[in-house]
């Protein structure tokens, strides 16, 4: 048994003073409210509930700030594909590695317990498969062994090119999988997450309605869907949505709603292209919007339905995706930003009256966990341990009362208010720092010089 002590604790119902929070075996054994600190206890200023990363393509990191030069007459979200092919051209399982560990290490410093890593380079470079079928998702599970991060790991699907069962294209061989090999490589990931804490999950994550097809995403879901979460890419880009609605007879979340089971179990990342019929009809199912604030502003994807959604109830949760930038921060208040700046107003995203801030932030920790399948997004008792300690002490929060740190943290602070995280009981994050800090630093900087020179 391990225990902090907080001064402060966001709870699930409420904030408390004075707080003992004890661990056992990755969940929260205890919690003692109004009390004192026992000898041994973490010390730690303020306690949350960590928030999951729900969406991750942790390899993208290494691409950051190379993509922002720009060509006449020829940037978007397709040329930008286009280098993206180019770098998984050239990854190494030794590299995937060492850039997924330093990237979930990021996570876990920003305030990030868990991730989802949506996972989809499984093959060696000329597009054969390895001898050992799910090699680079051993190395995404060694990675969160270094750093100790909640995974969710998300094998995909990914069998075309465009809808109607297009061949892949040259820069997606080491993509591609049919059904049959898909669902052998689940298998040996889940066998393979066995050896991993018991916060470990495997789901599947047919990619998109442009690389599955109607008969394989039924075919899979059948297979493979039972109790496990499902995470697809869907209307990102107007383009996808043209391309879905000439091929399938309708929009990609119309289609979707229609055609799967989306449920509570369901993650839909993006969402970000949907009519608002379509968007009170995502709510509905319980299902849970991935959204990537960050990443849709940097790859030009657009604004979430946020209020139209959240009028219906819908749960959501936050995801770095390419990992342009990891902070937890940035994510959510890049999220309500990008209403107010659309619809010309402030306080979009939350219900009726009430912290923006609180509203985000305890509504992403919840949809968050719902949408990687771990028992967490607060704190009570039988949760996982996925906490996250901030000094609300620092010259950004010290001047805020319990009803305004949330809205502090989501819009005043940076993440280096985080002083303290646990994964499942994990204490990662001890003063800021990563416990394995150095030497996953030194492993992506020879990864990174290796890769760089292959790619000339
Ligand atoms: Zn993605």
Known sequence: MTALFAR?????????????????????????????????????????????????????????????????????????????????AHLTPEQIEAIA???????????????????????????????NLSEHSDRIMAAASQTGIGLTHLPVLYSYAGV????????????????????????????????????CRVGIAPHSLRATAPDDLAQVLLAQATQSPVHIHIAEQPKEVQEVQAGLGARPV??????????????????????KAETRAMAATGAVAGLCPVTEANLGDGPFNGATYLEEGGAFGVGSDSNVLISL?????????????????RNVLVHGEG????????????????????????????????????DSTHPTLCALTDAQLLDGLVFAAKDQVVTDLWSAGRHCVQAGRHRARDAILTRYRTAITSLLEEIG
């Open 8 to 88: 402060r604790a966001l709870l699930a119902g409420g904030w408390d003073r004075n707080t003992r929070v004890e661990m056992q075996a990755g969940s929260i054994s205890l919690i003692e409210t109004k009390t004192v600190a026992k000898p041994g206890d973490t010390l730690v200023d303020t306690v949350l509930p960590a928030l999951a990363n729900l969406h991750s393509h942790s390899f993208q990191r290494a691409m950051a700030g190379m993509t922002e030069y720009r060509m006449a007459g020829r940037d978007s979200f397709w040329t930008w594909r286009d280098l993206m092919y180019r770098f998984t």
């Open 329 to 345: 921060t940035e994510e959510l208040r890049t999220l309500e930003y990008s209403q107010r700046l659309r619809d010309l107003s």
């Open 254 to 275: 119309e289609w979707l709603l229609d055609n799967a089971p989306v449920g509570r179990d369901w993650c839909l990342i993006h969402a970000t292209h949907m009519t």
């Open 101 to 131: 560990a330093l990237v979930f290490l990021e996570m876990q410093e920003a305030g990030y317990a868990s991730v989802g890593e949506f996972h989809y380079l499984h093959h060696q470079k000329n597009g054969t498969p390895y001898d």
């Open 355 to 390: 912290s923006v801030g609180h509203a985000l932030y305890t509504a992403a920790a919840q949809g968050g966990a719902q949408a990687l399948g771990r028992q967490a997004g607060e704190i009570a008792t039988g949760r996982l341990a996925d906490l996250v300690a901030i």
């Open 164 to 199: 109607g069962k297009r061949p892949l294209e040259q820069g997606q061989m080491r993509f591609g999988n049919d059904v049959d090999r898909f669902c052998r490589l689940v298998e040996q990931a889940r066998g393979a997450a066995s050896a991993l804490p018991d916060d």
